[in-house]
Nanobody
Framework: VQLQASGGGLVQPGGSLRLSCAASGSIFSINVMSWYRQAPGNQRELVAGITRGGSTNYADSVKGRFTISGDIAKNTVYLQMNSLKPEDTAVYYC?????????WGQGTLVTVSS
């Protein structure tokens, strides 16, 4: 499974961005796709996840501001990020899980700054 993340950039506080993650390869084996982020000096943390059945979960810090959507069977998952804060600044990574394996995409940098 290969994952390609895109959509990062520089945005002002209060602004919005939408990240995309496109999967290719043995996508039939994927059960969950997630977004993680890692800020400088911090550990990588879960932001949001979505199952093949459409169930979602979010980190408390992004609930009500971020929305994960998409369809694993159609290869693409999105992360809509609204009301962005400076503390959301991080490299965002897409992860797929299936058959007891984790697959990671390259990160995309999100910078929230005025």
């Amino acid at each position: 499974v290969q994952l390609q993340a895109s959509g990062g950039g520089l945005v002002q506080p209060g602004g919005s961005l939408r990240l995309s993650c496109a999967a290719s390869g043995s996508i039939f084996s994927i059960n969950v796709m997630s977004w993680y982020r890692q800020a400088p000096g911090n550990q990588r943390e879960l932001v949001a996840g979505i199952t093949r059945g459409g169930s979602t979960n979010y980190a408390d810090s992004v609930k009500g501001r971020f929305t994960i959507s998409g369809d694993i069977a159609k290869n693409t998952v999105y992360l809509q990020m609204n009301s962005l804060k400076p503390e959301d600044t991080a490299v965002y990574y897409c992860k797929a899980y299936g058959n007891h394996l984790n697959y990671w995409g390259q990160g995309t940098l999100v910078t929230v700054s005025s």
